[in-house]
T-cell receptor
Framework: SQTIHQWPATLVQPVGSPLSLECTVEGTSNPNLYWYRQAAGRGLQLLFY??????ISSEVPQNLSASRPQDRQFILSSKKLLLSDSGFYLCAWMDRNSPLHFGNGTRLTVT | AQKITQTQPGMFVQEKEAVTLDCTYDTSDPSYGLFWYKQPSSGEMIFLIY??????QNATEGRYSLNFQKARKSANLVISASQLGDSAMYFCAMREGLGANSKLTFGKGITLSVRP
């Protein structure tokens, strides 16, 4: 069966520091991978998605970037965090025959 | 224009009663899918139910059913026999097209509180 791992679960970082959130998927090949962000009490905003290794589509201009160095690995990064980057970040995967499956999320607080 | 609209304010329901959570959508793509997710206070997103645009019958999954009215572009979630554990945020989402670039667009969510 397929599983998705996302870490860390919580993170507190100062403004201006770098960020790296990692997500890996097991049990499936060539999935579509997604990064969503959820502000407190709000809906989900799609940040990036990837249909294959090295292929990244950005949905909104922002301070973040994403990379997919391996088929089942998706990384969300920032060189310098802003206060507005605080939120709940969710990684997810999907293929043609499945709904979107989410990781447990990372709660990021930028101080 | 918003693709997924969830306009209900916080919803309250008595335990063991049924509740309907509203969702309307907007798309010109003939092939699309509609999803409902539950997000408890722990933050995880739990897939509940799926309805394809070509499905002839309304989807059902246990206590969850989807009232799909294609002409009205609505996909309301019905939860029967509410339980205290149903208290959570509920999100409606849509996937347009079936290609490799398909992605889900989410509504803003509805908070459901189940009263004992």
């Amino acid at each position: 069966s397929q599983t998705i791992h996302q870490w860390p679960a919580t993170l507190v970082q100062p403004v201006g520091s770098p960020l790296s959130l990692e997500c890996t998927v097991e049990g499936t090949s060539n999935p579509n991978l997604y990064w969503y962000r959820q502000a407190a009490g709000r809906g989900l905003q799609l940040l990036f998605y990837s249909v294959g290794i090295g292929q990244i589509s950005s949905e909104v201009p922002q301070n973040l970037s994403a990379s997919r160095p391996q088929d089942r690995q998706f990384i969300l990064s920032s060189k310098k965090l802003l206060l507005s980057d605080s939120g709940f970040y969710l990684c997810a995967w999907m293929d043609r025959n499945s709904p979107l499956h989410f990781g447990n999320g990372t709660r990021l607080t930028v101080t | 224009a918003q693709k997924i609209t969830q306009t209900q304010p916080g919803m309250f329901v008595q335990e063991k009663e049924a509740v309907t959570l509203d969702c309307t959508y907007d798309t010109s793509d003939p092939s699309y899918g509609l999803f409902w997710y539950k997000q408890p206070s722990s933050g995880e997103m739990i897939f509940l139910i799926y309805q394809g645009s070509y499905d002839q019958q309304n989807a059902t999954e246990g206590r969850y059913s989807l009232n799909f009215q294609k002409a009205r572009k609505s996909a309301n979630l019905v939860i029967s026999a509410s339980q205290l554990g149903d208290s959570a945020m509920y999100f409606c989402a849509m996937r347009e097209g079936l290609g490799a670039n398909s992605k889900l667009t989410f509504g803003k969510g509805i908070t459901l509180s189940v009263r004992p």
